[in-house]
């Protein structure tokens, strides 16, 4: 999953970043309300984290904004404001939660993974596809009912594709799903982790469970 972190503290940016990444997100930064909206429109988020106060546009007007333009992503206002007026006037414009600084990660990741199971993409927490099964809550993996380990990032483009069965994946959907905008388009690190999947998800008769769609990228295709 992708989440926009967009707040003027780099230094915050840069641990919530991390933080986040460990968790099996991935994650983009933006440090002033414009280029977070500029961000938010262009680009397909999961979830949006968003500082009140930053320079050229505030978070408040951001959220406003964004939802005036028909982007419906989950949002969650962050501010060092603590009265009522100020937390009524970020869900007013739009917000799906408040959390205000300073917080505990822990209190950042239940309030994330909250939001997201509220806009429906976690409801079910068991993803199967044929004889592999994905655990969204436990993220343990299995196939045939024998566990599967994976890394992190391995874990989030199986996940990617577990949500997206069938469908044909390019390299830059997981690029942009899997990696923030730091990554090395030019890089072969797409294809070095969809070989890591297929030789931890064993293949059946030769087959593998993640195919290669000549000019196009993978699919992730049944096969029991």
């Not at 566990?147 to 390299?171: G, Q, S, W």
Request: hydrophobic share 40%; with cysteine; charged share 30%.
């Amino acid at each position: 999953m992708r989440i926009l972190v967009v707040d003027d503290d780099r230094r915050f940016c840069g641990i919530v970043k991390r933080g986040l990444m460990e968790e099996a997100y991935a994650v983009d930064l933006a440090y002033n309300g414009e280029d977070g909206e500029y961000c938010a429109e262009v680009n397909e988020y999961d979830l949006i984290i968003l500082d009140v106060m930053m320079p050229k546009k505030d978070g408040v007007a951001v959220c406003r904004d964004l939802r005036v333009k028909g982007v419906n992503t989950p949002i969650l206002i962050l501010t060092a404001k603590d009265a009522v007026e100020d937390r009524v006037k970020g869900l007013n414009s739009g917000a799906d939660d408040y959390l205000i600084k300073p917080f505990a990660f822990s209190e950042l990741l239940a309030r994330v993974s909250a939001l997201l199971r509220r806009d429906g993409m976690t409801k079910t927490p068991e993803i199967k596809v044929g004889n592999l099964t994905l655990n969204t809550l436990t993220r343990e993996v299995s196939w045939k009912d024998e566990a599967v380990e994976l890394t992190t990032k391995e874990y989030i483009i199986l996940d990617y594709f577990m949500r997206h069965p069938n469908m044909v994946i390019t390299r830059t959907m997981i690029e942009e799903h899997a990696w923030d905008y730091d990554f090395d388009s030019m890089s072969n690190l797409v294809d070095v982790y969809i070989r890591r999947l297929r030789q931890k998800i064993h293949p059946v008769e030769g087959k593998t469970i993640i195919q290669t769609v000549r000019g196009a990228g993978y699919r992730l295709k049944e096969i029991e």
